[in-house]
């Protein structure tokens, strides 16, 4: 909140951060479940009611919370088109994922929310690049800030990218 102080009496800004920050713990935690099979053989409801959770507190909350969040992003342009792009990614991929849900299609299911969760995950890896980039080098906070900025998701989407091409062997990147 120290690099922030430009921007933290904006009643807009202001009800995003904490509107993203609250509503994507829900996130975090709801979307650890989706993946054990276990959950899904043995109480599909469960997996199916947390799934939803987890879709309409990114669509409604997070999602757009996070898009308004970028727009206001320090580090200029280069930080601002990282989060936008972040931003618009999670929302795609988990509206997509759900939709395929809905049509019965598992298996795009899957892909798109693999995505997405890589994509929620961003919250820790960011802080983890930022942690470690600070402890090795000490550069200055913006700086950091933009190289986190871009490190925080894209190397999570690079990692579920090659999860799902090397566990869908017959892949193909669709948009149906």
Known sequence: MRIKQWIIHNEIWKGAFYTHVITSCFCLIAGFTQFSGRLLSSTPKIHRAMG???VAVILLFAGPSGLIMSIYANGGMFSQAAFITLS?????FTYKGFKTAV???FSAHRKFMIRSYALTLSALTLRA??????LAFRPQPMDVYMLVAWLGWVPNLLIAEWYIRSKFKHFKLTFK
């Open 103 to 105: 049509m019965g299609d």
């Open 129 to 134: 690049w930022k942690w470690a980039i600070v």
């Open 52 to 54: 939803w959770l987890y």
């Open 88 to 92: 618009v990614l999670w929302i795609l």
